[in-house]
């Protein structure tokens, strides 16, 4: 009976990769397993993604993001430019250690500075910054967003020119966030109590270059097997806790979307239909599609309709803003809140749409107006 708990919640906790994997069942009475089913995966894009989660989840043991944000949240006075900071650097940290990785990094950061100044106010507004921060801090890079290295290397995008597409959107994202910030958070006075954690030179080391290599993974540098065998081996010596910490149902999520979408692109009604719909503005349409079912499922489900790949891209980042479901980090974000804050879920939800919808808003107005010029 224990058992069966334990799975039942399991599945609760991970409702995205739950509705993935009743999608895949349910389209697979559709299509019956076959032959065709293998092409489905990209294991070059799980594999990318299990070495680059599995190395931050050393890091993360180490304390080395927490860390190195405190040091530079330290040298600002004021609630205004200590959440500045704190938004900026969930926005960078996206960029390099993907959005909800980020998140799971710096929101405790943010909790902590907050709450140790008495600024717990400022706790909503700061959460919903840092969440809208990683997701759109995370689409400059192919490894930012879970659904960017997917339609990197699907598409077997140059990475210049992913950067270009992405560069746009990215800009804007940072004028926003930071008026954002100074209309909505006052320069109030704070300071931060003193913190003695040390980083271990030796690990640190070790993992800077396991992430390296990571990173050299996904841009193609280093094929992606050599870091599948060497990542895995070293973290099992040296950090096997941080191998148990891999996001293992991120992982499902996209094995299971893999099956949902090879399926729906065999049946020819569907075929037909989002083929048409792409046609029509792949651009907006991929917008809309995630505030239904996410940007992870969207751009796995539409790449197999059109090869329109510069506005499926754009689409799928600026469309993790909106709806709490338009992206997994969103979920993240509002788990960790309502831990710290029970009873205010209602309270956040309202906040969380009135600023994401604004975001999103501008956002696809501008990028559809740069397509028409």
């Not at 959440?83 to 902590?112: E, K, Q």
């Not at 191998?243 to 399926?263: C, H, I, K, M, R």
């Not at 891209?313 to 710290?340: D, E, H, K």
Request: hydrophobic share 55%; charged share 10%.
């Amino acid at each position: 009976m224990q058992i069966l708990r334990g799975i039942f919640s399991f599945f609760r906790r991970n409702v995205v990769m739950t509705v993935a994997l009743c999608a895949a069942i349910i389209t697979s009475f559709i299509v019956p397993p076959d032959a065709q089913y293998i092409g489905y995966f990209d294991f070059k894009t799980l594999s990318c993604l299990f070495c680059v989660l599995a190395v931050v989840c050393a890091l993360r043991h180490i304390h080395f993001f927490y860390i190195l944000a405190e040091q530079v949240v330290r040298r600002f006075k004021t609630a205004r430019l200590s959440v500045l900071v704190l938004v900026y650097i969930t926005f960078i940290g996206s960029m390099f250690i993907a959005n909800d990785m980020a998140l799971l990094t710096f929101l405790p950061l943010g909790y902590f500075v907050l709450t140790t100044t008495n600024k717990q106010k400022y706790m909503a507004v700061t959460f919903i910054l840092q969440n809208i921060a990683a997701n759109l801090g995370g689409m400059l890079t192919p490894f930012g967003n879970p659904q960017n290295l997917y339609l990197y290397t699907k598409f077997n995008i140059p990475t210049p020119e992913f950067m270009a597409i992405m560069a746009p959107p990215f800009a804007l994202a940072i004028v926003l966030i930071t008026v954002c910030c100074f209309l909505f958070i006052k320069p109030e006075p704070l300071e931060l109590p003193e913190n003695y954690v040390k980083l271990p030179k030796r690990l640190t080391v070790l993992y800077l270059v396991l992430f390296a290599l990571s990173i050299a993974i996904v841009f193609r540098g280093v094929p992606y097997w050599v870091g599948l065998i060497i990542i895995p081996l070293v973290l099992l010596f040296v950090d096997r806790k941080a191998l148990a910490a891999v996001d293992y149902p991120l992982l499902l999520t996209f094995a299971f979307f893999f099956v949902f979408s090879g399926n729906m692109a065999r049946i020819d009604a569907v075929r037909n239909l989002l083929s048409a719909l792409l046609d029509k503005s792949t651009l907006l349409f991929s917008t809309l599609s995630c505030q239904v079912i996410s940007n992870v499922p969207s751009a796995i489900l539409l790449s197999q309709f059109t090869e329109n790949y510069r506005d499926l891209l754009v689409g799928v980042n600026i469309g993790g803003t909106g709806t709490l479901i338009a992206s997994l980090a969103s979920l993240i974000t509002f788990t960790q809140y309502t831990r710290y804050n029970p009873g205010r879920g209602g309270y956040y939800i309202k906040l969380f749409s009135l600023f994401n919808f604004g975001f999103l808003a501008v956002l696809t107005a501008f990028m559809l107006l740069l397509k028409s010029v």
